[in-house]
């Protein structure tokens, strides 16, 4: 499932609580300690950073250049996506079409929310239609661009359709309540706005792995007890009380390999996608259940939840300010004065779409280093260094294995694939009298 950056940036977030995880992990770029230390540190003379470059180096050079050039192309998208419907929300504004929207809503009924529950399919029809094109080489052409997509046009037409009910149906409750509280609270909604956000897509997450995904994939138990049993013996040996591994039919959509845990408050499941099964060897399928196992002993949804809440607060604070001052200049233009008014919508819009934009660097290192905390959750849970190392490799087919510090800091919201296989090496080189037989 992809996710535009529009309002629904809201949904996007909750989804990324609710699947707390990718494959393997984050982190900030760890030093490279000399050769030197390495060596005094293991009596086998393992380099780290030597086995590191050895693995990079296996990746073939025209493979490599065409992941680069899918990832760095996703830099780009980023900035697309902004101005695409930083657009469509000022033209909404400027034309006074979205003045029209509410005064149509509002002609419909006599039920005030109601009114907002209209105005938002309006709203949600509108910038999908707008950034549609967009959205199809996003989404569609670019992915089969570069292999990863499995899907022909019409269910990956439907898949979309699917995401705009959803997007339709929370985001109209959302809405309903939200406009409720800042009609009856003018002064301070901003703070009653995020607290109710922040509830209600705890809701979202809670009931997304249940009752959203399945609407997107089908979930299976994993039957085989040759990849279940070590799976579930795993889990029992890190405190997780799964009877049940599930089975992602993520093939019907892409060819990447992922897993997660997902869900909290008995949501939970561990899911494997079938990518993951049919390309992965059992000790590279065990080294990614041992990241993922790592997000759920070191609670990380419940942590992601708290980061949000704070992301949600400074973000209700801002739109507070921001939109205050921009009605205030350009209301009579726009035909709508206060934050209470629906037609205000498209300008809240652009402001929380500008806010997150501009909070990328900050969410994906909040990820990051998650996802790096998971990788060594991995590497002792599962101590399979060079699985994990593998594991990595097949990573690159989306993920840029070799990037700058700053690139990474900025645009990854997983480490590297370099600085994940020297974190899996550098483990290795601390316990090669012990891995003997295991590898
Ligand atoms: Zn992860």
Known sequence: MRHRTTLLAFFAVATVLASAAYVTGQGTQPPMPTGATAITSTPEHFDPVAATSAYLAKVPPDKKAKSDAYFEGGYWLILWDFLASSFVFILLLATGWSARMRDWAERVTRFKPIHTFIYWAEFLVFISVLTFPLGVYEGFVREHKYGLATQTFGPW???????????????????????GIVRRLPRTWWIWGAATSLVFLTF????????????????????????RDPILSMARANGISAKDVYVQ??????????????????TERIVLNDNLLKRCSLAEIEAVMGHEMGHYVMHHAYKGLMFFGIIMVLAFAFLSRSSEWALKR???????????????????AFLILTYLFVLTPIDNSYSRTEEYEADIFGLNAARLPDAEAEVDLKLADYRKLDPGTLEEIIFYDHPSGRVRIYAAMRWKAEHLHELGNRE
């Not at 009931?207 to 085989?224: G, H, Q, S, W």
């Open 249 to 266: 039919d993520a093939s019907r959509q892409s060819t990447r390999i992922s897993a997660f845990v997902t869900g909290f408050l008995g």
């Open 157 to 179: 037409l439907g898949d979309q359709l699917k995401g705009l009910a959803v997007g339709l149906v929370f985001g109209g409750l959302l809405m309903m309540a939200l406009y």
């Open 330 to 348: 350009w209301g009579d233009k726009w035909r709508t004065h206060s934050a209470g008014d629906l037609a205000a919508l498209p300008l809240f």
């Open 204 to 227: 979202f997450a809670l009931i997304a792995p249940v009752y959203v995904a399945p609407l997107f994939n089908k979930y299976t138990r994993l039957e085989d007890p040759a990849i």
